[in-house]
């Protein structure tokens, strides 16, 4: 027998539209294992040794989907071979509602359905699948970014604000991986402010420590530490920091978790000069500087 389980969801896909063009019909067998509650491996292992019991069945084409479910392509297995096969798993899996799980389709007669569900079964893999390198690119970003944070010097962090405070000039930090981003930002930007730049997400954590920023534009795209965990990494070390997020990714899922983390914005590329100043000026940190020198100015005019 033959035994799919990489990719498996677009494979049986094809081997069943090629099964269609072919002029006599032929069944595919579906049992739903995804709803028996055992693990995996003793599932599949089961499956296999009770399915050998089967005339022919080196003939068989097993697909094991990602949500557990199979699919059983093989010429001449009769309704009535499938309906003993169901009767052995369930009895060696101790699972009697194992029966109730299980269809039989007509590749020409059943297509509608049969489409459906693979589009299902390749929708949820690829979605997983998603999930997955989003999850381990995550833990890759936390731990670089703890990395980083590591290496700092201590006193520089806890004299953030003090640092900060002491500056009489505002000061604005575009982080940016994309260099024409950060060169037309700070291009716009540097008429009125003092401007630091980040090229990734390690840079924009050190670079904020050393320079203390009263505003960030944050790229969410970036290759070593993504932007949703550069925010998240500097609010634990700054819960006052003022952070714009941007990128050319105006989806809504990127917008909220930003603005859940604690981002004051959102500015989507491209992005105009009204935009970057609308965002820039509701800064509380650079409104206080701006005030204080204000306030110089007409002390010294007196």
Same mark, same amino acid.
């Given at each position: &027998? ?12 094809? $081997? ?42 080196? &003939? ?5 989907? @990602? ?15 499938? !309906? ?25 007669? @059943?297509? /509608? ?9 390749? !929708? !949820?893999? $690829? ?7 989003? $999850? ?25 604000? /003090? ?23 700070? !291009? ?115």
């Amino acid at each position: &027998m033959i035994v799919i389980a990489r990719n498996t969801e677009h494979k049986l896909y094809q $081997e069943l539209k090629n099964c269609k063009k072919k002029t006599v019909s032929q069944r595919c067998f579906y049992i739903a294992l995804s709803r028996v509650d055992l693990p995996r491996k003793e599932k599949f292992e089961t499956l296999l040794s009770t399915l050998q019991d089967i005339p022919d069945s080196y &003939m068989a084409q097993i697909y094991m989907c @990602h949500d557990q479910d199979v699919f059983i392509l093989m010429a001449g297995f009769m309704q009535r071979q499938f !309906n003993d096969f169901l009767q052995g798993l369930s009895k060696d899996l101790n699972m009697p509602e194992l029966l109730s799980q299980a269809s039989i389709f007509d590749i020409h007669d @059943h297509w /509608e359905d049969l489409e459906k569900l693979c589009q299902e079964k390749i !929708n !949820n893999a $690829e979605t997983a699948q998603a999930q997955d390198i989003e $999850e381990k690119r995550k833990e890759k970003a936390e731990k670089t970014a703890f990395e980083t944070l590591s290496k700092m010097d201590i006193d520089k962090v806890s004299s953030l604000k /003090e640092r900060r405070d002491q500056r009489d000039y505002p000061l604005v930090m575009v982080v940016d991986d994309d260099q024409l981003s950060r060169t037309l930002a700070g !291009n716009v930007l540097r008429e009125d402010y003092q401007i630091a730049y980040a090229a990734n997400g390690r840079e924009a954590l050190s670079e904020y420590v050393s320079q203390v920023p009263d505003a960030v534009f944050l790229d969410i795209g970036m290759p070593d530490i993504g932007g949703h965990e550069v925010l998240e990494t500097l609010f634990q070390i700054d819960p006052e920091a003022y952070v714009i997020m941007f990128s050319g990714r105006k989806d809504k899922a990127n917008i909220m978790r930003a603005l859940e983390t604690g981002a004051q914005g959102f500015l989507g590329k491209p992005f105009t000069r009204d935009k970057l100043y609308q965002h820039v000026e509701k800064s509380p940190l650079i409104q206080s500087k701006k005030e204080c020198r204000a306030l110089l100015g007409k002390a010294q005019s007196r």
